[in-house]
């Protein structure tokens, strides 16, 4: 079979929970399973009690023989908005640089991650994804017994701002993804990435989020009417504060169940 053919798995790997979709490929490329699984031992701290659930649910038949796009949840990824550098570097320099950064920002704790770096016209800013290399390991060991192929592996707060950005306006705004314990936001300037904030979230988890207008509402230039845009399932919506001039909960057309939200996060791994 043509791999141009071959049905693909999407999974949503996340510290006390996985989601997972096939797509059967095709000239009606459909949705034709899904499913989403709790990691009751599951931690931020450790992939392995999340890879061991996932590589049990591989084990059933309609996951198999497939390709495997990934999205890893925030908790364990950390971000970074990286100057463009005053000297012309090449990538190997850019990386170092980009770690650099991040080093800074979290400490030398990400030496052994892999970071990735967002595509970026030149003079601008752009955005470093470090992800521990263990993840990675974790599940290509996960997915080989169930014959799947790893071709896509990104971060949630990426695949979720791809998905939405065409909802969102070009300047001062907020994109905020959550889910999974974990708050991740990311300020728009120009049409860039130009802050990054990332949190755990307690049980109050609005708590937070009303931190974080509070500190686009303090960061904002004067005359500026900024606004929240975010991504959440649907229990955090049902529980959230009535709507204000200065939020907008993202949602689809139809999508009204969590199931339903994870299922989407998984069907943008496929843009």
Same mark, same amino acid.
């Given at each position: 079979?043509?791999?141009?053919?071959?049905?693909?798995?999407?999974?949503?790997?996340?510290?006390?929970?996985? %989601?997972?979709?096939?797509?059967?490929?095709?000239?009606?490329?459909?949705?034709?399973?899904?499913?989403?699984?709790?990691?009751?031992? !599951?931690?931020?701290?450790?992939?392995? *009690?999340?890879?061991?659930?996932?590589?049990?649910?591989?084990?059933?038949?309609?996951?198999?023989?497939?390709?495997?796009?990934? =999205?890893?949840?925030?908790?364990? =990824?950390?971000?970074?908005?990286?100057?463009?550098?005053?000297?012309?570097?090449? %990538?190997?320099?850019?990386?170092? /640089?980009?770690?650099?950064?991040? %080093?800074?920002?979290? !400490?030398?704790?990400?030496?052994?991650?892999?970071?990735?770096?967002?595509?970026?016209?030149? !003079? /601008?800013?752009?955005?470093?994804?470090?992800?521990?290399?263990?993840?990675?390991?974790?599940?290509?060991?996960?997915?080989?017994?169930?014959?799947?192929?790893?071709?896509?592996?990104?971060?949630?707060?990426?695949?979720?701002?791809?998905?939405?950005? /065409?909802?969102?306006?070009?300047?001062?705004?907020?994109?905020?993804?959550?889910?999974?314990?974990?708050?991740?936001?990311?300020?728009?300037?120009?049409?860039?990435?130009?802050?990054? /904030?990332?949190?755990?979230?307690?049980?109050?988890?609005?708590?937070?989020?009303?931190?974080?207008?509070?500190?686009?509402?303090?960061?904002?230039?004067?005359?500026?009417?900024?606004?929240?845009?975010?991504?959440?399932?649907?229990?955090?919506?049902?529980?959230?504060?009535?709507?204000? *001039?200065?939020?907008?909960?993202?949602?689809?057309?139809?999508?009204?169940?969590?199931? %339903?939200?994870?299922?989407?996060?998984?069907?943008?791994?496929?843009?």
């Amino acid at each position: 079979m043509s791999l141009l053919w071959r049905d693909e798995v999407a999974i949503y790997l996340a510290p006390r929970k996985i %989601a997972l979709a096939r797509r059967a490929r095709g000239v009606r490329s459909q949705v034709v399973a899904a499913t989403e699984v709790a990691v009751p031992s !599951g931690h931020s701290a450790d992939v392995r *009690p999340a890879a061991a659930r996932l590589a049990e649910v591989l084990q059933e038949a309609t996951w198999q023989d497939a390709q495997a796009r990934v =999205v890893v949840a925030d908790p364990w =990824v950390r971000y970074g908005i990286v100057p463009w550098p005053s000297a012309r570097l090449d %990538a190997a320099a850019r990386l170092t /640089h980009a770690r650099f950064v991040l %080093a800074d920002t979290y !400490g030398a704790g990400l030496d052994e991650w892999a970071v990735t770096l967002a595509d970026t016209p030149p !003079g /601008h800013a752009y955005v470093a994804c470090a992800m521990p290399n263990p993840i990675r390991a974790a599940l290509e060991d996960a997915l080989a017994p169930a014959r799947l192929k790893l071709v896509s592996l990104q971060p949630q707060l990426i695949v979720a701002f791809n998905a939405w950005r /065409h909802r969102l306006p070009a300047d001062d705004a907020w994109f905020v993804s959550l889910d999974d314990g974990a708050l991740s936001a990311v300020h728009l300037a120009q049409g860039a990435w130009d802050r990054v /904030h990332t949190a755990r979230l307690s049980a109050d988890w609005q708590v937070e989020l009303q931190r974080l207008q509070a500190f686009g509402r303090f960061t904002r230039a004067a005359g500026h009417v900024g606004r929240m845009y975010v991504d959440a399932p649907l229990w955090m919506r049902q529980s959230a504060p009535a709507a204000s *001039p200065d939020l907008e909960w993202l949602t689809d057309q139809g999508g009204e169940t969590d199931a %339903a939200h994870q299922l989407a996060l998984l069907q943008r791994a496929y843009a």
